[in-house]
């Protein structure tokens, strides 16, 4: 089955007409994308946009052969105009099977916004989905098999593709390519990384693939440190980075602090933004969460571990740190880190960057400073991925 994407954008485009941001400001040559609309073995047309038979005559393509037009979401705006040759536009009742006179077999899947998915199986085999924007499906999608290829919207509805790979919709070596790019996420390198991390990519206007031929899958950092400064964002691209998964253990390392209603709010804005289907452990015991089997692990942070390791072993006490305190940090951060070296889990870990320049001005801050450097550094050499996140913006420093 071959699949020529005629539009890869939202359905406003990029850039979005009369928009002044930076992404709209950049959307130029190969990342400038039209409504998205998908042409299937030059039969089926998913999604009438405007200019589609333009873009199809770019692609090295013509809509004369298509036989069947049909819509996914409602169309805001102009009417849509009708090319010269194209039957009419419609769409198939949810849960409702069409077949095509070029042997095409499409069923119509109901989502949990205004619109329907479909899927399409090609008298050789190979299947599709493609979703609208915006949308997941709206119950579980009960597969024998997993699909060949999924067009979604990746980054505005991440919890769909999490959706589909609980259910065994998505595997391994599934094609998910994303689709509805819209000024959300910047274009080129930094869509490229986002995508990676979920296991889909992106591809231009005009590309045509073959569903179901062999890809080899792109390798995911199985171990990823996200390091950086107070607000830096380094949390949320931590949490965006394990979205797409079905199930997630978020591992607080802060625990709980009573009557310190700042920090409530703080843990309550965190616990807010999550998907509802991840597990929470409030615990330093991170080790034996490492060693056991199980879905990834979303560790925040690695600052407040040792906060808490230090605490146990009286580290703050200049004495107490000679005589016992260094050699017992030193076991338990070992352990730590030989923990992540041997764990099969998918995991996350944040941490802070401390030491800029700034001393601090007693012997336990400048301890403090030296541990946590120590830890970043060794927890950093266990991970296929190290990123520095710094005004929001993320910089990959290995991987």
């Not at 070296?341 to 030491?355: I, S």
Request: proline share 8%.
């Amino acid at each position: 089955m071959e699949l020529t994407l005629l539009g890869t954008g939202a359905p406003a485009g990029l850039p979005r007409p009369g928009c002044p941001c930076a992404v709209c400001a950049t959307a130029r040559g190969p990342y400038a994308r039209a409504a998205t609309s998908l042409l299937v073995d030059g039969a089926l047309l998913l999604d009438l946009t405007p200019g589609a038979a333009l873009a199809a005559a770019r692609s090295g393509h013509t809509l004369s052969g298509v036989r069947q037009v049909l819509l996914t979401h409602p169309h805001d705006g102009p009417p849509l105009e009708l090319p010269a040759g194209l039957p009419a536009a419609g769409r198939v009742p949810d849960g409702r099977e069409l077949t095509l006179i070029s042997g095409h077999r499409v069923r119509a899947v109901a989502i949990d916004a205004p619109g329907t998915g479909y899927e399409v199986t090609s008298p050789e085999g190979p299947r599709l989905l493609y979703l609208p924007p915006g949308g997941a499906p709206a119950g579980a999608v009960e597969q024998r098999r997993p699909y060949d290829l999924v067009a979604a919207d990746v980054t505005g509805r991440p919890g769909a593709l999490a959706r589909l790979r609980a259910t065994g919709a998505v595997g391994r070596d599934t094609d998910v390519v994303a689709v509805h790019l819209d000024h959300d996420v910047p274009q080129g390198r930094e869509l490229d990384r986002r995508l990676a991390a979920a296991g889909a990519r992106a591809l231009t206007d005009g590309t045509t693939v073959t569903v179901g031929a062999y890809r080899e899958a792109p390798p995911l950092p199985r171990r990823t440190l996200v390091t950086g400064g107070a607000r830096s964002g380094k949390s949320l691209e931590a949490e965006r980075r394990l979205e797409s998964h079905p199930d997630v253990v978020y591992v607080a390392t802060g625990g709980t602090r009573d009557g310190d209603q700042e920090w409530a709010a703080r843990v309550g804005a965190h616990r807010d933004r999550r998907p509802g289907s991840w597990r929470t452990e409030e615990t330093c015991e991170v080790a034996p969460l490492l060693a056991a089997d199980g879905p990834p692990l979303l560790v925040d942070c690695l600052s407040l571990w040792l906060t808490d390791a230090m605490d146990r072993v009286g580290a703050w006490d200049d004495e107490t740190w000679r005589r016992t305190g260094e050699k017992a940090l030193r076991e338990r951060v070992d352990e730590l880190v030989a923990a992540v070296r041997a764990t099969t889990r998918t995991v996350v870990a944040v941490t802070n960057e401390v030491g800029a320049g700034v001393v601090p001005a007693t012997a336990a801050g400048r301890r403090f400073r030296d541990e946590l450097g120590r830890l970043n550094a060794a927890f950093a050499d266990e991970c296929e991925q190290v990123l520095l996140a710094v005004s929001g913006q993320v910089l990959v420093l290995r991987g």
